[in-house]
């Protein structure tokens, strides 16, 4: 009881942050970060922290594969079980982040607000210019490091900074509105939780 009205809490807080967000600080901190950073060198750290996304994305894939099928004929170590919870709570994630971003259709910050000065919603437009929310990179990055397990104050506030981190340099590069981090950072944190509870569950019956 107490944890199903913990959950709607936080569904209900970050509901109420995301809508703010949209209402009242999307499009003037998108328009001051625009003036204040884009030809900067912080713009230019920023796109370099994003770049090599795409390419982790699909080697973390390829290697949660190989680990998949090398598990089914090895007992595998308690780490590399870690990061399989990890890469699995990051693929839900984003599966989830794309089908949201589909059937939401928010507009982007670049190119349709700040060059063209859209700023609107086309569910199910199939358009990258119209599949801002939520933030795939955010939901991904969250998932895994919740999915991995952070039990010690030193990891979780790693795992703090990485997403703060990857949080500005999204935002510093017009690559998401600031409510499409936050709802991304929420699914990825939900998704994470449910897979990782999933797995200790299973881990405890197998043991029982």
Not at 2 to 19: C, D, E, Q, T
Not at 22 to 30: E, G, I, N, Q
Not at 174 to 195: N, Q
Request: proline content about 4%.
């Amino acid at each position: 009881m107490f944890k199903a009205r913990g959950r709607f809490l936080g569904l209900a807080a970050v509901s109420a942050a995301v809508a703010l967000c949209v209402l009242f600080v999307d499009r003037p901190l998108a328009l001051w970060v625009n003036a204040r950073f884009y030809g900067t060198t912080a713009f230019a750290v920023g796109a370099a922290i994003l770049w090599p996304l795409d390419s982790l994305l699909v080697a973390g894939a390829l290697l949660l594969g190989l680990a998949l099928v090398w598990r089914r004929r090895h007992s595998a170590p308690e780490w590399m079980n870690r990061l399989m919870v990890g890469g699995a709570s990051a693929a839900v994630a984003l599966l989830g982040a794309r089908v949201l971003k589909m059937a939401i259709g928010r507009s982007q910050v670049y190119p349709p607000f700040l060059q063209d000065h859209i700023y609107q919603l086309r569910p199910f437009a199939a358009s990258q210019s119209f599949m801002a929310f939520p933030s795939a990179t955010m939901a991904g990055v969250s998932a895994f490091i919740v999915g991995v397990g952070v039990p010690r104050t030193s990891q979780r506030a790693a795992g703090t900074v990485i997403l703060i981190m990857f949080a500005l340099a999204l935002i510093i590069t017009g690559s998401h509105w600031l409510s499409d981090i936050i709802g991304g950072t929420y699914l990825g944190v939900v998704t994470g939780a449910a897979v990782l509870g999933s797995r200790s569950r299973r881990s405890t019956v197998s043991t029982t």
